[in-house]
């Protein structure tokens, strides 16, 4: 069979919207990771130590994950076979869900096939035309993508600020019939938390409801608050594939029959589901390696002068692409591997690295990021 046909001006789009991109410094590339054991990864043959995985409690590769897993398969299968509607739902998808609600004390959980599929299912199940969406202006951009598919009308207010999230409401609340306000627990780029109470207080004030993403949170921080919507993902702390949502009852009967990024989509492998369950139950039951990564971030923040971390995650600020490009190739020359995060992940000109942190992490390991910065920051990499 012939290979496609030439399509000159497809080409010739792809060709100068990666000519844009090289001019800013903001094409992506795929490097090819082999990631483990503990917090290792290998990239060209190089073994290097890495503080970009969002593995934060070293649950990928853990023993009794991967048995868990393995187990599945062998009795499962590879796949879910079809939608959960249809043949899909496995028996390892209940004993999940049912452990989730349990792990944050809601009544019901569904689980979607990743956390972007899952705010694209629920933000447009709950609102539409006619509705108000309000997101964090440093959402992620599935929260964004949510918002756009649901047909509301979308506002962001400014990172964390309730006196802005109270003006919008105050000044729009009459004009819409549900409102819906969009934040994360754990903000994936800043490691800075949302004031959750504070915020679940308005909503209550203006009768609007609350989606928090935990993508960040689950297993790492201790919640301030629990929303009435909080969804996140297998695939950080639980070292799996797959997202979720725990909510009411109705709210998850309502999204189990009206959300099309749940109902036109195959069942997650029955693997990734069991791997999930025996990471949250390794959550539960090892409090001390849950409170691991913070404290390594707390330990890293003092080093250097840094304000105290929130979370596992610590932001780096350079600024411009290219420098936050090179601090990333210097380290990684030492040894360590920070994946500098670049527009349109960040606003222009908040280029920077962004450290996580994992239980799987070792004291020396990260006294000796913090010392290479502090070498490279005084040499003026
Ligand atoms: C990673 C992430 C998601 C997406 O989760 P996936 O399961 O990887 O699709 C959603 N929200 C936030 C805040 C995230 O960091």
């Keep these: 069979m012939p290979g496609p046909a030439d ?16 001019a800013g410094a903001l094409r992506r590339r795929l490097v090819e990771t082999a ?54 739902n496995h028996p390892p998808l209940a004993a999940l869900e049912a452990r989730l609600a349990a792990h944050k004390g809601t009544a019901a959980a569904l689980v979607f096939g990743s956390g972007y599929l899952a705010n694209l299912g629920i933000v447009p199940a709950l609102a539409g035309a006619g509705d108000l969406v309000l997101v964090d202006a ?13 047909g509301a ?4 207010f400014r990172h964390n600020d309730l006196d802005h999230l109270r003006t919008i409401l105050a000044a729009r609340r009459g004009r819409h019939e549900r409102v819906l306000i969009l934040t994360e627990r754990v903000f994936s780029m800043d490691g800075d938390r949302a004031p959750l109470s504070e915020i679940l207080s308005l909503a209550a004030e203006y009768d609007a409801w609350t989606l928090v993403d935990d993508a960040h949170g689950l297993g790492v921080v201790e919640p301030q608050a629990r929303a009435p919507l909080e969804m996140g993902t297998l695939s950080k702390t639980l070292g799996s594939y797959g997202g979720y949502l725990c909510a009411s009852r ?28 025996a990471a949250l139950e390794i959550v539960e039951a090892e409090p001390d390696r849950a409170a691991r990564p913070l404290a390594l971030a707390r330990r890293f923040t003092a080093r250097l002068g840094l304000p105290e971390a929130q979370s596992p995650i610590v932001p780096i600020h ?8 090179a601090l990333s190739a210097s380290l990684e020359a030492r040894g360590f591997l920070v994946v500098a995060i670049r527009p349109p992940t960040v606003p222009a000109g908040t280029a920077r690295l962004r450290v996580a942190f994992s239980a799987a992490h070792g004291e020396a390991q990260v006294d000796g990021l913090a010392d290479a910065i502090l070498a490279l920051r005084g040499a003026g990499t």
Excluded: K, W
């Design 35 to 88: 990631r483990g054991p503990a917090a290792g990864a290998t990239r060209a043959g190089r073994a290097l130590v890495s503080f970009s995985c969002n593995d934060y409690l070293g649950l990928a590769n853990d023993p009794r994950v991967i048995a868990a897993g393995q187990a599945a398969l062998a009795r499962y299968g590879a796949g879910a076979g079809a939608s959960r509607l249809v043949t899909g």
């Design 250 to 277: 109705a709210v998850v009967d309502l999204l189990t029959s009206r959300a099309r990024s749940f109902v036109y989509t195959t069942g997650l492998p029955p693997a990734s589901v069991a791997a999930a369950l």
């Design 153 to 156: 009308t979308m506002l962001r």
């Design 318 to 325: 350079v600024g411009e692409a290219p420098a936050a490009l």
């Design 138 to 150: 440093l959402g992620h951009s599935c929260l964004f993508s949510g918002a756009q598919l649901s």
């Design 7 to 22: 399509t000159p001006s497809l080409e010739a789009f792809a060709r100068s919207g990666l000519a844009a991109l090289d």
